[in-house]
């Protein structure tokens, strides 16, 4: 009876020989590949840091002018871009900025290799279904692993600072992407496709004058979906050494600050808020459009 009342179990020494090895596979990677990668992602630090002093230095009216006029470009709304200004002045004014410029830098260039990675990836995907079968579980993994567990070998590989800050958001927030471009793609009307084909076009005039322009609503979508989770992660990559408003939202749990984390979570809450509404109105604008087109 007793091998029903307690789970079959690996022996205790067993276990530790196996995470010793598994533990000292890593290490002996991370000592013989880990300073060329991190040469290799030298070029991305130096951009992320000039990205950074750019926004951190300009004068803030400026910074807000640009911020506006990107605002008025992707929702046409006027409501968006005094409700926007409003919302970077009370930041501004509550001496969030320069953390809130740190949290864009890292947030835009997060988001910018997201859709450079998600978007050839989600094209694969739509283009067989083994490959689809093949880098489901891949996203999958990225998606619902605990973030705490992939900083481990990421921090162990490249240490702490930027770079590693900004892989673990992107490990995070780029299935989306992945996922979202595929299913835009994949729903484009077979009846367009084969007219499209009659008309002798090949597979790359068919994805780029076909699936991609009917599918873009979709793939803001995902774009919208990959900006909130990297803002998401935020305070977590502030535990590797990531500048912005992760930073006093950590120092306010630490010491238990209620004010200081609540206006920094608030002013996170605030950036999110205004890129989802921008994206869904450039998405809703595309939409239109594509079906004026098809109207016409």
């Known amino acids: 009876m007793e091998f029903f009342d307690e789970f079959p179990t690996m022996g205790r020494s067993d276990l530790r020989d196996l995470k010793k090895a598994i533990d000292g596979g890593f290490r002996s990677f991370s000592r013989a590949y880990g300073e060329g990668l991190e040469n290799f992602f030298d070029p991305l630090l130096h951009f992320l840091v000039w990205f950074e002093r750019l926004l951190?230095?300009?004068?803030?009216?400026?910074?807000?002018?640009?911020i506006s006029g990107l605002v008025w470009l992707?929702?046409?709304?006027?409501?968006?871009?005094?409700g926007t200004l409003i919302c970077f002045s009370v930041i501004g004014y509550?001496?969030?900025?320069?953390?809130?410029?740190?949290?864009?830098?890292?947030?835009?260039?997060?988001?910018?290799?997201?859709?450079?990675?998600?978007?050839?990836?989600?094209?694969?995907?739509?283009?067989?279904?083994?490959?689809q079968a093949a880098i489901t579980p891949i996203l999958d993994v990225m998606q619902t692993i605990p973030s705490f567990v992939y900083l481990i070998p990421v921090v162990m590989l490249l240490g702490i600072g930027?770079?590693?800050?900004?892989?673990?958001?992107?490990?995070y927030?780029?299935?989306?992407?992945?996922?979202?471009?595929?299913?835009?793609?994949?729903?484009?009307d077979k009846e367009v496709l084969e007219a499209a084909t009659a008309f002798g076009a090949d597979y790359r005039q068919k994805l780029f004058g076909v699936q991609i322009p009917l599918a873009l609503p979709t793939i803001f979508a995902g774009v919208n979906q990959t900006i909130m989770m990297a803002l998401s992660m935020v305070v977590i990559a502030s535990l590797i050494g990531v500048a912005g408003l992760g930073v006093?939202?950590?120092?306010?749990?630490?010491?238990?600050?209620?004010?200081?984390?609540?206006?920094?979570?608030?002013?996170?809450?605030?950036?999110?808020?205004?890129?989802?509404?921008?994206?869904?109105?450039?998405?809703?604008?595309?939409?239109?459009?594509?079906?004026?087109?098809?109207?016409?």
Not at 74 to 82: D, F, K, L, N, T
Not at 162 to 171: E, M, R
Not at 173 to 186: D, E, Q, S, V, Y
């Open 56 to 66: 951190t230095n300009t004068p803030w009216p400026i910074v807000l002018l640009v």
């Open 173 to 188: 927030a780029l299935p989306p992407m992945a996922r979202l471009t595929n299913l835009g793609i994949r729903l484009v």
């Open 94 to 131: 509550l001496d969030m900025w320069e953390d809130t410029m740190a949290t864009l830098a890292i947030v835009s260039v997060a988001t910018a290799i997201c859709i450079l990675i998600g978007l050839p990836v989600g094209i694969l995907m739509a283009r067989s279904n083994k490959t």
């Open 248 to 296: 006093p939202v950590l120092r306010a749990v630490s010491n238990q600050y209620l004010a200081l984390g609540l206006m920094n979570g608030l002013a996170i809450v605030a950036l999110a808020i205004i890129f989802d509404r921008v994206s869904q109105r450039f998405g809703q604008r595309m939409q239109a459009h594509r079906d004026q087109g098809a109207g016409h």
């Open 74 to 82: 992707g929702s046409r709304s006027w409501v968006m871009v005094v």
């Open 162 to 171: 930027k770079v590693p800050g900004l892989l673990a958001v992107c490990i």
